[in-house]
């Protein structure tokens, strides 16, 4: 597809485990974001990935949080030992450069029981 | 600490009348700012943007102003349509940053 792609679309899971959130961003795009999206929030900014540059992690709200990118493509979200208040919209953007505007995927709607 | 708001949760327009949506930003710093539309279950998808250097970007039924003494930008949307009906983001950035600011969205409601 064209789009920024993200897997799974829906994650149910218990307080205490680790998830993993995927992100395919659109071929060609050096610039990724990750966010997340509480509900009644606006999107909290998380992580921003540029080409082969060190990552800004300025917004990862703990250290149970981690990103990866790789071959400057695809990335992940890492979140361990997940608690209730991880729950939410997490939404991976991306651009052709940082000064483009982003285009979104679907979300993944992350619920901790 | 928002430093972008939207401070009207939602609104309601007749079709065919003008939609303003506003914005206010704290940080003088911010220097390019953008519009998303975003329907339920879907990601953002962006409308328009303007950088600190104009005072209005126009396209088609959409233009966007920025006030920047006032902190403040709008989104026209004219005329309205009822496929315009979902809710509005706006973000903001400052020069040389990374992070994009969103504020909480305003959601729009075009009656038929």
């Known amino acids: 597809g064209a789009g920024v792609s993200q897997s799974p679309s829906n994650k149910v899971t218990e307080k205490g485990k680790d998830v993993e959130l995927r992100c395919d961003p659109i071929?060609?795009?050096?610039?990724l974001y990750w966010y997340r999206q509480s509900l009644g929030q606006g999107l909290e900014f998380l992580i921003y990935f540029q080409g082969n540059s060190a990552p800004d992690k300025s917004g990862l709200p703990s250290d149970r949080f981690s990103a990866e990118r790789t071959g400057g493509s695809v990335s992940t979200l890492t979140i361990q030992r997940t608690q209730q208040e991880d729950s939410a919209v997490y939404l991976c953007?991306?651009?052709?450069?940082?000064?483009?505007?982003?285009?979104f995927g679907d979300g993944t709607r992350l619920s901790i029981l | 600490d928002q430093q972008v708001k939207q401070n009207s949760p939602s609104l309601s327009v007749q079709e065919g009348r003008i939609s303003i949506l506003n914005c206010d930003y704290t940080?003088?710093?911010?220097?390019?700012f953008l519009w998303y539309k975003k329907y339920p279950a879907e990601g953002p998808t962006f409308l328009i943007s303007i950088s600190s250097i104009k005072d209005k970007n126009e396209d088609g039924r959409f233009t966007v102003f920025l006030n920047k003494s006032a902190k403040h930008l709008s989104l026209h949307i004219v005329p309205s349509q009822p496929g315009d009906s979902a809710v509005y983001f706006c973000?903001?950035?400052?020069?040389?940053?990374?992070?994009?600011?969103f504020g909480t969205g305003t959601s729009l409601t075009v009656i038929p």
């Open positions: 973000a903001a950035r400052g020069s040389g940053g990374n992070q994009f600011y």
């Open positions: 953007a991306s651009s052709r450069d940082r000064n483009q505007p982003q285009h």
């Open positions: 071929s060609g795009h050096t610039a």
């Open positions: 940080n003088s710093m911010f220097d390019y």
